[in-house]
């Protein structure tokens, strides 16, 4: 398939609406967008809450075609219901608060389909997009594969990533966490537990997952790569002397 577009385009596109709908709502020095106002107020797309009953208990987000029906419950039975065009519906359990970073990430997910059908309409798909989490346990069919695996999922993953982790909010986390360094990962992606700490510090501010900042930094180029003999050696204190020699 045709790429009609880039990460770095991506990137450039939702950071500069992100920054916005900040200029639009007189922020000036906070870490957590509010996905909802943006996704409602600057996007214009209404989210509502279902119970889902699709056929892949992954899928946790749906943005509306207005023609395509979704399978929810409702008064303890199964119905089909047609939603209206760009109407984002949220599975109802991510209300939980130990869901909050899933939801946020759900609702930026489908925020970021908008975006992507309107900024490449060419690339886009015209039917109504689903935000699925891969369930190993799961037998997906050829085509809930292809869905999920697609340069256009790919695509919204990253444009989501940054409508809730800017790039200008991740340097001012790091700024006021972290004095402005980069984390430490040793070669092999090996994280000290101080730096797991301040990975997950910086993630509860910004109201996401550890998982989704950890990663978030990795695109960012925000790590200083150390080898890994030096935390063996200075972190956990094995090997003995260093200058030896040998094996």
Do not use: W
Not at 9 to 35: G, P, Q, W
Not at 39 to 62: H, M, N, S
Not at 170 to 188: D, H, M, T
Not at 206 to 211: A, D, E, R
């Amino acid at each position: 398939m045709k790429k009609f577009t880039t990460n770095d385009e991506i990137e450039s596109l939702c950071e500069a609406m992100i920054k916005d709908f900040f200029k639009r709502r007189h922020y000036t020095n906070v870490l957590c967008v509010d996905i909802e106002g943006f996704v409602e107020e600057y996007l214009g797309i209404p989210i509502v809450y279902e119970t889902f009953a699709e056929a892949d208990p992954g899928r946790i987000g749906f943005l509306a075609d207005g023609k395509r029906p979704l399978s929810v419950h409702r008064e303890g039975m199964t119905q089909q219901v047609v939603f209206p065009q760009r109407t984002a519906v949220i599975e109802s359990f991510l209300l939980s608060p130990k869901e909050s970073a899933r939801k946020r990430f759900t609702i930026a997910h489908e925020g970021a389909h908008d975006v992507i059908n309107r900024h490449i309409p060419a690339q886009a798909s015209p039917e109504a997009a689903f935000h699925s989490e891969y369930d190993p346990e799961m037998t997906y069919s050829k085509d809930m594969l292809k869905e999920m695996l697609s340069v256009n999922e790919s695509f919204t993953n990253r444009a989501a990533a940054c409508f809730l982790m800017p790039s200008f909010l991740v340097e001012r986390a790091l700024k006021r966490y972290n004095n402005s360094r980069k984390v430490i990962v040793y070669e092999g992606g090996v994280l000290a537990q101080d730096q797991k700490f301040l990975i997950q510090k910086m993630a509860n501010a910004m109201g996401v997952s550890y998982s989704a900042f950890r990663i978030r930094l990795m695109e960012l180029d925000q790590y200083e790569v150390r080898p890994v003999e030096e935390y063996l050696h200075a972190g956990l204190r094995y090997g003995g002397d260093p200058n030896a020699g040998g094996y």
